[in-house]
């Protein structure tokens, strides 16, 4: 019993002593448990952020469970932990840091003879070395010193399996492909670069190649759409997660391509705000982009407006820019600049110091072997002697031309065919200038034809139309030497394709419209679902304070939405333009009492073309500078209300004798209908405002004949074509009129957080708009509803006459739809140009239905009225004419459009409107009603032209609508 006790003693002993030995332990190991949790725990959420692309938060992780390594002794976790924060710190570009890590990293490897680890902090630092010398190098332009380093980087990475080292070594390396004008390389490694960034998740680096991408397109492609797209995503992610730099060099590259538009002004707001961020970054070489690019805007928008105001300021840019080019000795800096000064030099006359520039480019570019400098030096050269030494001017353009073979990032061989066909005009080789010209309109038109848009069209071929004028001033001097019909035919034709070839583009391919930009996204493909969330997310990003840059990136993204669209839309090709030819305008468009007047306004001379049913004869007429001279003064008089002493009636007899009495002596007796294709400031004159005797009195022009506007013969043509197409209309008129504008003064009061869609109307507003009441315009609605039985007339007057209200009505059922309300016209960017109607915020509706809002509506109407101020108003494009909202509507359906050249007097306009809809309804042809309600006014308080003259009427105006009574 005792041995039994003494055991049981011995058993209760160890059993204590084995309890308080737990007991102990237990206390000790939630110590060390307690560290390594905690460190693999940050470890987990460092990774987790690091693969979401969220570098930041990640980098905040590592950094919490590096803090804990003393704690601990995972030896692996602590190194995977330095490796990822020196990735982590690499992605967000502090390289320096990132070395540091990797070095910390290789020592700790080599303590504890980790080779695995070892090998990939080794790696990580040369590819560091590599990646900071070759960007050193490619700043010495040692490009291929540059490229051999960064393709060992590249190499090493993918030898370590760290696509994220490898990233920022391929965008580096394409810039140097970029310097060397290599833009396939340049685009294969960022698109490469692109899909490694959207895997990793990596906005930042996505947004980068993005623009690059974007800036290629533009470069080598000349694919404008396509570049405005893709830049237009990278702004968005460069905004919210890129550096100073990364916005500023979007913003130029917009910048770019804006200008290749030729819509200057606007691509000047783009280089301003990128020099600002710029200049504060202290970086010169992009300042240096930023200043001589805002001289080219210049440059470029005085020559084409004839004006050397803006040439000299372009000069001062130029001048600063070289400057610091010389300063900070960036000699391919040097070499653009002066080729761009040579070329503002020259148009000043300042000869010697423009030679004396661009001898030094061509010296330094041969220096430095750049091959696409060198090219455009030639060119610059050739242009200087294509009158003064013209085979001299060959040779440089001849070099330049065997050059560009060479350089396959020259796209802009139709400059160096130009220049060669005006040498060629000059050695009195006609033929062969002939050609020449043919083949550099040849490359414009393959440019133009990748541009879906019609308002891009237009500004695309602002600075181009010299090449087109050069054809047809080189057929002019054939026709006068050989005299010959064919020669005659061949310069008609040559002159009616030059006609607003844009304008017929649209009308050749109305299914390029598509639905408005306020269509759900369920029917969109991907990437115009992208693009429209990018649209609704810069709304959303400017919720305060939006400026006038604010609204011009919204707009630009909104165009290049529904430029992308129009494109996408049909199944088929677009179909190319229809040119009428002579033959077919003769026997399709005209009879007995029925004249074309075509007019063609140049510095070397202009043209008058009449084309009857039998015949057709071409006229001389003086300079354009003297024509528009002439007519300049008539409008301004006539466009203001009267003047007591101030008929205008001497200047109206000049113009006439000038442009209108030759060919009118030319005119059938019969002859009652006149179909006029103005050109330039032509444009903006009402030619029933003329005067002529008769007999012992002076009449106009309206008293004598029916008048109708086109842009084009082949424009026409193809609206009257409409006549065909067109099903029957359910209802005869639609008429809005009268809209409720003091809404927009409570509006504006009541809201406090402007929204960009709100920006454009309150900055209207605050700029002094007068948005007043027409009290006449209800009257005016009520007449001409009287005229039309109940069941067949569609009414929308004051708070119904909104905007909301248009977009959602069937409005191809109608036969003629009638606007009475203001307009507004924004000559710098005729998108902006609107009927004002009545606002409805709470439909999200600003009461402003713009133009680009417009060209999305669907109608088939016969005539559209536009009682709206300046409605026919526009910045003037040569050849093209004024880009007005009855262009827009055209393009949108109709085919014929009543509009105003000026401010309307709103009495007036209810007298002349209620004349008009009378005649119209009594079975009077468009024109013969407009006529008609004119000569009325004539014999009423309302005679000077100020109250009828500016309502003109274009398109398919000659048709019948109603039944004669």
Same mark, same amino acid.
């Given at each position: ?215 290629? *397109? ?204 005006? $040498? ?89 419209? $598509?639905?408005?930009?306020? &269509? ?79 007019? *063609?306004?140049? &510095? ?25 001279? $002439? ?36 005119? $059938? ?174 439909r999200g509706e600003d009461g402003f239905l713009q133009a680009h809002e417009i060209s999305e509506l669907k109608l088939r109407a016969r005539l559209v009225v536009l009682s709206a101020c300046q409605s026919a108003r526009g910045p003037l494009e040569k050849t093209e004419g004024i880009l007005s909202l009855n262009r827009v509507f055209f393009t949108s359906g109709a085919r014929a459009v009543i509009s105003s050249l000026w401010k309307v007097n709103d009495r007036a306009s209810s007298d002349l409107m209620g004349y008009f809809y009378r005649q119209l309804k009594q079975g009077a042809s468009i024109a013969g009603a407009l006529r008609a309600a004119k000569r009325k006014m004539l014999t009423s308080r309302f005679k000077h032209p100020f109250y009828w003259a500016g309502n003109v009427l274009s398109g398919d105006g000659l048709s019948v609508l109603f039944d004669r009574k």
């Amino acid at each position: 019993m005792a041995r039994k006790r003494d055991f049981i003693s011995l058993i209760f002993v160890l059993s204590f002593g084995l309890f308080l030995f737990s007991v102990e332990l237990n206390q000790a190991l939630p110590l060390i448990n307690r560290n390594e949790e905690e460190f693999i725990h940050y470890l987990q959420l460092a990774q987790r952020n690091r693969s979401q692309g969220n570098y930041e938060e990640a980098l905040l992780y590592f950094n919490q469970a590096l803090d804990l390594t003393r704690k601990v002794k995972l030896k692996d976790e602590i190194l995977e932990a330095l490796e990822g924060k020196g990735i982590v710190l690499w992605n967000l570009g502090r390289m320096e840091e990132a070395a540091d890590c990797f070095r910390q990293g290789l020592q700790l490897a080599r303590d504890w003879d980790f080779r695995l680890a070892v090998s990939f902090f080794q790696t990580g630092l040369e590819i560091y070395h590599l990646y900071q010398e070759g960007k050193s190098r490619r700043q010495k332009m040692d490009y291929a010193g540059s490229l051999a380093r960064f393709e060992r980087a590249i190499f090493l990475a993918r030898k370590i399996r760290c696509p994220e080292l490898e990233l920022k070594c391929l965008r580096q390396a394409s810039l140097v492909f970029y310097d060397q004008n290599e833009l396939e390389k340049y685009r294969a490694f960022n698109e490469k670069g692109l899909r490694m960034a959207r895997l990793l998740s990596h906005s930042l680096e996505e947004g980068r190649f993005l623009n690059n991408i974007g800036l290629y *397109y533009y470069l080598e492609k000349r694919d404008l759409l396509a570049s405005f797209n893709i830049l237009n995503k990278a702004s968005l992610l460069l905004e919210a997660e890129g550096t100073k730099e990364d916005v500023a060099d979007n913003l130029y590259n917009l910048g770019l391509a804006i200008s290749f538009l030729g819509f200057y002004d606007r691509a000047i707001k783009y280089f301003r705000r990128a020099m600002e961020i710029d200049k504060e970054l202290g970086k010169m070489e992009a300042y240096i982009f930023d200043l001589n690019n805002i001289g080219l805007c210049l440059l470029n928008k005085g020559r084409i407006n004839y004006d050397l105001t803006p040439v000299k300021e372009a000069i001062t840019y130029f001048r600063e820019a070289l400057h610091l080019s010389e300063e900070n000795k960036l000699i391919k800096r040097k070499i653009m600049v002066l080729n761009n000064l040579a070329n503002a030099l020259f148009l000043l006359g300042e000869r010697d110091e423009a030679l004396s520039c661009v001898t030094t480019g061509l010296e330094l570019s041969k220096e430095t072997n750049d091959i696409y400098q060198l090219i455009v030096i030639h060119d610059t050269l050739g242009s200087f002697y294509t009158q003064s030494d013209p085979k001299k001017a060959l040779r440089h353009l001849f070099q330049a031309l065997h050059l560009s073979l060479k350089s396959p990032a020259y796209k802009d061989e139709w400059t160096l065919y130009y220049n060669i066909g005006r $040498s060629y005009e000059s050695l009195r080789s006609y033929d062969l200038a002939v050609e020449f010209y043919n083949k550099s309109i040849e490359l414009i038109e393959i440019l133009r034809r990748k541009i879906n848009y019609d308002f891009y069209q237009v500004g695309f071929l602002r600075n181009k139309q010299e090449v087109f004028d050069a054809l047809i001033r080189v057929k002019k001097k054939i026709y006068d030497e050989q005299n010959s019909l064919a020669r005659k035919e061949d310069l008609f034709n040559c002159l009616e394709r030059t006609k607003a070839k844009s304008f017929l583009y649209n009308l050749n391919n109305p299914d390029l419209k $598509s639905g408005t930009l306020a &269509d759900g996204t369920e029917n969109k493909s991907m990437e115009l679902q992208e693009i429209y969330s990018l649209s609704s997310r810069i709304e959303s990003l400017k919720k305060q304070g939006g400026t006038q840059f604010d609204l011009l990136r919204r707009e630009d993204l909104s165009l290049t939405l529904a430029a992308e669209r129009r494109r996408e839309a049909p199944e088929e090709k677009p179909i190319e333009e229809k040119w009428s030819r002579l033959e077919e305008i003769q026997a399709k468009l005209l009879n007995e009492d029925t004249a074309i007047l075509e007019y *063609y306004l140049a &510095d070397w001379g202009s043209l008058a073309i009449i084309v009857t049913k039998n015949d057709f004869q071409i006229i001389d007429l003086p300079s354009r500078k003297k024509i528009e001279d $002439s007519v300049t003064g008539y409008v301004k008089l006539i466009s203001n209300p009267p003047i007591k002493n101030l008929s205008g009636e001497e200047t109206a007899k000049r113009i006439y004798r000038e442009i209108f009495k030759p060919v009118e002596e030319r005119f $059938s007796p019969a002859l009652k209908n006149l179909i006029i294709i103005p050109d330039g400031l032509l444009s903006c004159l009402p030619f029933e405002a003329l005067m002529r005797d008769h007999g012992n009195k002076a009449e106009y022009l309206v008293e004598r004949y029916n008048i109708v506007y086109a842009p084009s013969i082949s424009a026409l043509n193809i609206l009257m074509e409409r006549q065909k197409q067109s099903e029957k209309e359910d209802k005869d008129i639609l008429a809005i009129g009268s809209p409720q504008y003091e809404l927009f003064f409570k509006e504006k009061k009541k809201q406090k957080n402007i929204e960009v869609k709100r920006v454009f109307p309150n900055m209207i507003l605050q700029n002094n708009l007068q948005i007043s009441s027409l009290p006449y315009t209800k009257k005016e609605i009520k007449t001409i509803a009287s005229l039309f039985p109940q069941e067949k007339r569609d009414i929308y007057l004051g708070e119904k006459a909104s905007e909301g209200a248009v977009k959602n009505l069937p409005l191809d059922k109608y036969k003629i739809i009638h606007f009475a309300c203001h307009g507004y016209l924004d000559e710098g960017f005729p998108f902006r140009s609107a009927l004002i109607l009545t606002p409805e915020p709470e439909r999200g509706e600003d009461g402003f239905l713009q133009a680009h809002e417009i060209s999305e509506l669907k109608l088939r109407a016969r005539l559209v009225v536009l009682s709206a101020c300046q409605s026919a108003r526009g910045p003037l494009e040569k050849t093209e004419g004024i880009l007005s909202l009855n262009r827009v509507f055209f393009t949108s359906g109709a085919r014929a459009v009543i509009s105003s050249l000026w401010k309307v007097n709103d009495r007036a306009s209810s007298d002349l409107m209620g004349y008009f809809y009378r005649q119209l309804k009594q079975g009077a042809s468009i024109a013969g009603a407009l006529r008609a309600a004119k000569r009325k006014m004539l014999t009423s308080r309302f005679k000077h032209p100020f109250y009828w003259a500016g309502n003109v009427l274009s398109g398919d105006g000659l048709s019948v609508l109603f039944d004669r009574k």
